[in-house]
């Protein structure tokens, strides 16, 4: 009788010895449980990360539409819309990218300050994964802040946000909270407390925002500010995320999809090399 273990169980023990991968692929497993721990995070306080936001938005669109006359027009695309009609599609998108930014840029920025940033760094994850599910939490957490400040909006007299077409709706969505998501996981990366993280929000997020044809149409300004206006990627987001809705944008809808998505990409590329290598992560 041999006293050799079967060729199977050799093989077996080849394959889990210490050092040997057992995760060859995705870890989807692991993707999974961080997505939903980023999800857990903030719904956990819904009242402030989503509730709360919607809340803003609505009352943004009480002061403007009072101060500046409900039944005023705005010309876009070469037609008149009601100024009501015009700023609602801005606001909800701009409370996406708004949120898609502040998640992303308090998960690794607060476990450095807390000194749990190991959490993120221990666990069987690749980089990309890892990046993924930091970026789909964002990103989840600006669609529930989305359809919630769509749905009082609906419910508003005298603002129509009936869309007219949802996949673009969707897509400009979606290129927006990612564009905003990956800004906030490399704004996490670099800033060492919540003083850097307040200061790109001011500083760089704000602007982006507020001058990027939100509360107005761009064809109204001087040939130099539209033009620093088309430089803006979030205007783009504005323009075709509006245009879901009215059938109407400031720029051709192809052309900034392609430019936002160029963006997110290299965006990505940035965050993905940053991350692997553990600049400002590892000590």
Known sequence: MSSQPPIGEIR?????????????????????????????????VQLQTI????ISQLL???????????????????????FGDFIAPGLIVMGMINNAFANASFSLLVGKIQGTIVDYLMPPLSTAELLAALVGGAVTRAFCVGGAVWLAMALMPGVHVTP?????????????????????????IWA???DHAAAVTNFVVAP?????????????????FRAISHANPVFY???????????????????????????????????????????????
């Open 60 to 82: 943004l669109l009480v002061v403007f539409t009072t101060a500046l006359g409900a039944r005023g027009t705005v010309h876009v695309g070469g037609q008149e819309v009601g």
């Open 164 to 188: 007219h077409a949802p996949f673009a709706i969707l897509w400009f969505g979606l290129l927006g909270s990612t564009f905003l998501a990956l800004l906030g996981v490399l704004t996490s």
């Open 12 to 44: 077996s023990a080849i394959r889990n010895a210490p050092g040997a991968p057992v995760i060859r692929n995705v870890n989807w497993g692991g993707l999974k449980t961080l997505y939903v721990k980023e999800v857990r995070r903030f719904f956990k």
């Open 192 to 194: 060492e407390k919540f």
């Open 237 to 283: 987001i504005i323009s075709g995320f509006r245009y879901g809705f009215l059938g109407l944008s400031d720029s051709p809808v192809m052309i900034g999809s392609f430019a936002v998505l160029a963006l997110d990409v290299v965006l990505a590329v940035l965050c993905y090399q940053l991350l692997k290598r553990g600049w400002k992560l590892k000590n």
């Open 208 to 224: 982006l925002a507020l001058l990027s044809g939100t509360f107005y149409s761009v064809d109204r300004l001087a040939p130099t």
């Open 51 to 54: 509730w709360a936001p919607a």
